[in-house]
T-cell receptor, first 113, second 111 residues
Framework: DAGVIQSPRHEVTEMGQEVTLRCKPI?????LFWYRQTMMRGLELLIY????????DSGMPEDRFSAKMPNASFSTLKIQPSEPRDSAVYFC???????????FGQGTRLTVV | EDKVVQSPLSLVVHEGDTVTLNCSYE??????LLWYKQEKKAPTFLFML????IEKKSGRLSSILDKKELFSILNITATQTGDSAVYLC???????????FGGGTRLMVKP
């Protein structure tokens, strides 16, 4: 298995633009997590899905952030409009329902200028 | 609110030294504690601990959990420059596959 796949690996965009980050979880995993990592705040959980359903989005910073999981093999995290303070590394991770070893993707480094 | 605190924040040692990283937690309905190593990009899994007092070992790394005192330690013996990374501790609060992460310990091992 190729592991959790995220794209793009790097994204540089101008303030106000829409940004879409993509994630393909490991086949067979039914839990998917989006995390944001910054030097100041460490690794923060934004939202997680179980069986494609958003279970807890309390970590989503504000309405500019939205996430979808239309099927078991794909999820997106969208920021619209983006702001410089959104600059961070965004990780996607997936796990089996009863196992908590979450496997992480390589992350997307987002820079908003 | 669940809380996971790691210490020290950063650590610089020389090759061959032994290090101990600490993780303390306050969570409701504790289920497990996990250690991850993060180098350039994604965190990679090291250990999952569910029972007190049982040491888990993998080569030069070992970890143990104390559920009474609510902490875990990660030991690395005979450190190598390749051990340089951020080590993350995370706790599962049994609330449906969610992990709460600590802020990490940044370890630098000098030759």
């Amino acid at each position: 298995d190729a592991g959790v796949i995220q794209s793009p690996r790097h994204e540089v965009t101008e303030m106000g633009q829409e940004v879409t980050l993509r994630c393909k979880p490991i086949s067979g995993h039914n839990s998917l997590f989006w995390y944001r990592q910054t030097m100041m705040r460490g690794l923060e959980l934004l939202i997680y899905f179980n069986n494609n359903v958003p279970i807890d989005d309390s970590g989503m910073p504000e309405d500019r952030f939205s996430a979808k999981m239309p099927n078991a093999s794909f999820s997106t995290l969208k920021i619209q409009p983006s702001e410089p303070r959104d600059s961070a590394v965004y990780f996607c991770a997936s796990s089996f329902e009863r196992g908590l070893e979450a496997f992480f993707g390589q992350g997307t480094r987002l820079t908003v200028v | 609110e669940d809380k996971v605190v790691q210490s020290p924040l950063s650590l610089v040692v020389h090759e061959g030294d032994t290090v101990t990283l600490n993780c303390s937690y306050e969570v409701t309905n504790f289920r497990s504690l996990l250690w991850y190593k993060q180098e350039k990009k994604a965190p990679t899994f090291l250990f999952m601990l569910t029972s007190s007092g049982i040491e888990k070992k993998s080569g030069r790394l070992s970890s143990i959990l104390d559920k009474k005192e609510l902490f875990s330690i990660l030991n690395i013996t005979a450190t190598q420059t390749g051990d340089s990374a951020v080590y993350l501790c995370a706790v599962d609060n049994n609330a449906g596959n969610m992990l709460t992460f600590g802020g990490g310990t940044r370890l630098m091992v000098k030759p």
